[in-house]
């Protein structure tokens, strides 16, 4: 079984400055990984995922996740946030080459933005 | 572009009642999802369904139902609401040997018991 770990359930950051969001996972198997974000009052979006290849990955609003294999890691970091960045942020996990396969999420982590 | 719906957004019900939450997908999806998602727990796996009239179990199954008719359909069952059964609730479906089990979610409801 996989199994996810977002140590800070809330972070705060200032306008403009840079942010980690932690994520480790746990499996016994090979994995896909995702990050997810909510906005206030809406479902999940995926903002990028890890499926092989290059292990740093990007998303189209500058946010982008390197996988580290040796210590089971999938952070998400962003150089500069704005306002908007301001959400609920998910780590998941599922295994590979499962047509049919459940994700495992974490516990979440509120980005707050500070002006 | 793809697109999941759930019937409400906002919902409040009494102690007992029977209440039946809907989700829609429009992408011809073979799997379908339903989470619920409380502070702090993340989002926790109810059911889940590989095909019309086929389920499976999640974390949490206790107290809940579900129901595939259809395939763009799959609803949810609280036969008896509870007030532990508060909280917000998530559908999602994915393709089968799609992109990595990637999930597409709806927008919520927020489910109030009282």
């Known amino acids: 079984a996989q199994s996810v770990t977002q140590l800070d359930s809330q972070v705060p950051v200032f306008e403009e400055a840079p942010v980690e969001l932690r994520c480790n996972y746990s499996?016994?198997?090979?994995?896909?990984l995702f990050w997810y974000v909510q906005y206030p009052n809406q479902g999940l979006q995926l903002l990028l995922k890890?499926?092989?290849?290059?292990?740093l990955v990007e998303s189209i609003n500058g946010f982008e996740a390197e996988f580290n294999k040796s210590q089971t890691s999938f952070h998400l970091r962003k150089p500069s946030v704005h306002i908007s960045d301001t959400a609920e942020y998910f780590c998941?996990?599922?295994?590979?080459?499962?047509?049919?396969?459940?994700?495992?999420f974490g516990t979440g982590t509120r980005l707050t933005i500070i002006p | 572009d793809v697109k999941v719906t759930q019937s409400s957004r906002y919902l409040v019900k009494r102690t007992g009642e029977k209440v039946f939450l809907e989700c829609v997908q429009d992408?011809?999806?073979?799997?379908m999802f339903w989470y619920r998602q409380d502070p702090g727990l993340g989002l926790r796996l109810i059911y889940f369904?590989?095909?019309?009239?086929?389920?499976e179990k999640g974390d949490i199954p206790e107290g809940y139902s579900v129901s595939r008719e259809k395939k763009e359909r799959f609803s949810l069952i609280l036969e008896s609401a509870s007030t532990s059964q508060t909280s917000m609730y998530l559908c999602?479906?994915?393709?089968?040997?799609?992109?990595?089990?990637?999930?597409?979610f709806g927008p919520g409801t927020r489910l109030t018991v009282l």
């Open positions: 999602a479906s994915s393709l089968k040997g799609g992109t990595a089990n990637e999930q597409f």
């Open positions: 992408m011809d999806h073979e799997n």
């Open positions: 369904s590989y095909d019309v009239k086929m389920k």
């Open positions: 499996s016994s198997v090979s994995v896909y």
């Open positions: 890890y499926l092989s290849g290059s292990t």
């Open positions: 998941a996990v599922s295994r590979l080459n499962f047509g049919n396969e459940k994700l495992t």
